[in-house]
């Protein structure tokens, strides 16, 4: 019988493990949020948001999503919280990017994970769960000065994305940085910008 491998404590997996406490460490919340868009004719984009019905960022424009819930993948929970949250299911989701800067929700430390789908059913949407509404905003992307403005609009609210684009280190794929976002909440004018960009890239 092989001997059981021990670390440089004297201990065996089986031995570590038991005496292993994930409350001794602290840990985030892992969320999703995914970027829904829809393309017209001339390549007209459109943007799922969702109006937050309750705090924290009560009455801003965000992207659908949430909580991960245990026993649950993150593609999952992207999926369940889709369908909760507007109505629309049967989409093909890809990842867009981790999300983890340490302030960027004011409940604590949590990690998003962003996913991507490009709606090509013509999926009506219905706001539930949490969520006040639910609409398709109009994007519309100009650059001035090296930076790139993503104007998100449906009916008389205007949104926006203001960023600078800068090459992934090793893919070359566009990733915006220096975010500024207007009436968005969380970091979700990044995680658009990312999304925007990745889709744009994706097309060319």
């Known amino acids: 019988m092989t001997e059981s491998l021990r670390d440089k404590n004297g201990l065996t997996e089986e031995e570590f493990l038991a005496g292993y406490s994930p409350k001794n460490y602290p840990r985030p919340s892992l969320t999703v ?76 430390w949590t990690v998003s994970e962003a996913h991507i789908a490009v709606d090509s059913i013509g999926a009506t949407a219905h706001a539930g769960d949490d969520a006040a509404a639910a609409e398709w905003f109009d994007v519309a992307s100009n650059e001035d000065n090296g930076r790139t403005r993503l104007s998100l609009t449906a009916g008389d609210v205007t949104l926006a994305s203001d960023f600078s684009i800068q090459p992934a280190p090793v893919t070359g794929i566009p990733r915006s940085r220096d975010v500024h976002g207007k009436g968005l909440a969380f970091d979700h004018a990044q995680i658009i910008a990312d999304a925007w960009l990745l889709l744009v890239y994706a097309r060319k």
């Open 33 to 108: 949020d995914n970027c829904i868009f829809r393309v017209g004719p001339n390549d007209a984009l459109k943007l799922l948001l969702v109006r937050r019905g309750g705090h924290p960022f009560l009455g801003c424009w965000a992207l659908p999503g949430g909580f991960v819930s245990p026993g649950e993948t993150a593609l999952e929970a992207s999926q369940r919280e889709l369908l909760e949250e507007t109505g629309i299911t049967g989409l093909s989701l890809e990842p867009v990017g981790l999300y983890s800067a340490p302030n960027r929700d004011p409940r604590g």
